[in-house]
């Protein structure tokens, strides 16, 4: 089993900063990757962020130069600072991990059970 946990959400005002974690625990045996969805109501879940084990990160668009992730591999855990938000930026934010079990060979995909990130005045 694999649980990601994740905290940090909120409420927070435009132009403010919140800094989200997500960590994995449980039979991991190997993290490849770790990095945060979101969705917002009435859209599509899209890709936020994303850090591999090697430290490359990928952004999407819409937080690029505002949003950085970064991970300690010691500790399972990635980390999504988030800055000069935007209400825009109002959604489920999800962790997710790409690893691979130790009792498989396999990489297999785990996603949090999300935390609200709402930016308002």
């Known amino acids: 089993q694999v649980q990601l946990v994740e905290s940090g959400g909120g409420l927070v005002q435009p132009g403010g900063s919140l800094r989200l974690s997500c960590a994995a625990s449980?039979?991991?045996?190997?993290?490849?990757?770790m990095g945060w969805h979101r969705q917002a109501p009435g859209k599509e879940r899209e890709l936020v962020a994303l850090?591999?084990?090697?430290?490359?990160?990928k952004y999407g668009d819409s937080v690029k130069g505002r949003f950085t992730i970064s991970s300690d591999n010691a500790k399972n855990t990635a980390y999504l600072q988030m800055n000069s938000l935007k209400p825009e930026d109002t959604a489920v934010y999800y962790c997710?991990?790409?690893?691979?079990?130790?009792?498989?060979?396999?990489?297999?995909?785990?996603w949090g059970q999300g935390t609200q990130v709402t930016v308002s005045s």
């Open positions: 449980g039979s991991i045996g190997r993290i490849n990757a």
């Open positions: 850090i591999t084990s090697g430290g490359r990160t």
């Open positions: 997710t991990a790409r690893l691979v079990p130790r009792s498989s060979s396999w990489e297999t995909e785990y």
